[in-house]
């Protein structure tokens, strides 16, 4: 039988998001990282706004509970494309200063802030099993 506390995911601490060893290099990447004085996990990695977070949180445990309950746990978490779009809005929304002047410029906006700042938030990615560039590992 397993037993979780499951309220420790209603919080925003992020020694809980490393629960699993699938997010490791994650967690260690932050934490050794720039974004670590300032954010959790959550800061970047769901809305800001109390309803939306708590659904995106809900939408993810259910998935976690059901990959540990079925054993079907991935080598490497890749975001979804609704995971990648939160994560840009909360790139926007603290650094909006900084990123205004792009938003004026006539380059097109067709990619990503982490394409191109991939190790600022969690640091060089060092060894990974499932390289970035295998997509088909989406989660």
Not at 23 to 32: F, I, L, V
Not at 97 to 107: D, I, Q
Request: hydrophobic content about 30%.
């Amino acid at each position: 039988m397993y037993v979780s506390d499951f309220t420790a995911y209603l919080g925003n601490n992020p020694s809980t998001c490393n629960n699993c060893h699938v997010m490791d290099a994650a967690y260690e990447g932050w934490y050794h990282g720039g974004h670590q004085s300032w954010t959790t996990c959550n800061d970047c990695h769901t809305p800001h706004d109390l309803i939306p977070k708590y659904w995106v949180k809900a939408k993810s445990g259910y998935h976690h509970v059901t990959a540990f309950i079925f054993n079907n746990i991935p080598d490497a978490i890749r975001a979804k494309e609704s995971s990648k779009e939160i994560v840009q809005e909360n790139c926007v929304r603290c650094h909006e200063e900084t990123v205004s002047a792009l938003f004026e410029s006539p380059m097109e906006m067709d990619r990503f802030c982490f394409d191109c700042h991939r190790s600022t938030p969690h640091g060089e990615r060092g060894i990974s099993l499932l390289p970035y560039q295998h997509k088909e590992q989406d989660q």
